[in-house]
T-cell receptor, first 114, second 110 residues
Framework: DTEVTQTPKHLVMGMTNKKSLKCEQHMGHRAMYWYKQKAKKPPELMFVYSYEKLSINESVPSRFSPECPNSSLLNLHLHALQPEDSALYLC?????????????FGPGTRLTVL | KNEVEQSPQNLTAQEGEFITINCSYSVGISALHWLQQHPGGGIVSLFMLSSGKKKHGRLIATINIQEKHSSLHITASHPRDSAVYICAVNSGGSNYKLTFGKGTLLTVNP
């Protein structure tokens, strides 16, 4: 199984809502990532979890809150978002290695903030 | 100047043509990745390279570490190859952080 799954596929939320994005992988990978991607731009790294611990936070606003309940699951909790947060949110996973890791990406959640 | 530069930004080809996309980088790297993204879709990792050449089906990726340059070749291109191809590198001692190029939009016409 080389699949990373993400739910939901699409999400529309108001600025006062609280919602969560979910990501799951069963490849035994111990690193999991959240990326944000705007149209016609490359992905921007938001967070990295390594062995279930937050390893990298790229100065992401606190209205985005990541959570890694176990080695297979990664959540992104959303609260009080702004319209400019509308984007494709991609999850990825990899197995930490010595010289760079192949990242396996999920299909993404298309988020629209009204 | 972006640390990872791709060319061309846009490429249109006829079905069957041989395609080359180039990537140059200005930093020391531990690995270089070629990624594919179809419109509105997720990202697929095609290759991870630290030296030499790799081949998978009709796709070939090469890297020249001395020249800090990599190429992605597609032989016998097909309309289903139409996608954005992204070059990304691991640098700065991090196996987690990727520095991305801006991508090359490939359109293959039947």
């Amino acid at each position: 199984d080389t699949e990373v799954t993400q739910t939901p596929k699409h999400l529309v939320m108001g600025m006062t809502n609280k919602k969560s994005l979910k990501c799951e992988q069963h490849m035994g990978h111990r690193a999991m990532y959240w990326y944000k991607q705007k149209a016609k731009k490359p992905p921007e790294l938001m967070f990295v979890y390594s062995y279930e611990k937050l390893s990298i936070n790229e100065s992401v606003p606190s209205r985005f809150s990541p959570e890694c309940p176990n080695s297979s699951l990664l959540n992104l909790h959303l609260h009080a978002l702004q319209p400019e947060d509308s984007a494709l949110y991609l999850c990825a996973s990899s197995q930490p290695g010595r010289d760079g890791d192949t990242q396996y990406f999920g299909p993404g959640t298309r988020l629209t903030v009204l | 100047k972006n640390e990872v530069e791709q060319s061309p930004q846009n490429l249109t080809a006829q079905e069957g043509e041989f395609i080359t996309i180039n990537c140059s980088y200005s930093v020391g790297i531990s690995a270089l990745h070629w990624l594919q993204q179809h419109p509105g879709g997720g990202i697929v990792s095609l290759f991870m390279l630290s030296s030499g050449k790799k081949k998978h089906g009709r796709l070939i990726a090469t890297i020249n570490i001395q020249e800090k340059h990599s190429s992605l070749h597609i032989t016998a291109s097909h309309p289903r190859d139409s996608a954005v191809y992204i070059c990304a590198v691991n640098s700065g001692g991090s196996n987690y952080k990727l520095t991305f190029g801006k991508g090359t939009l490939l359109t293959v016409n039947p």
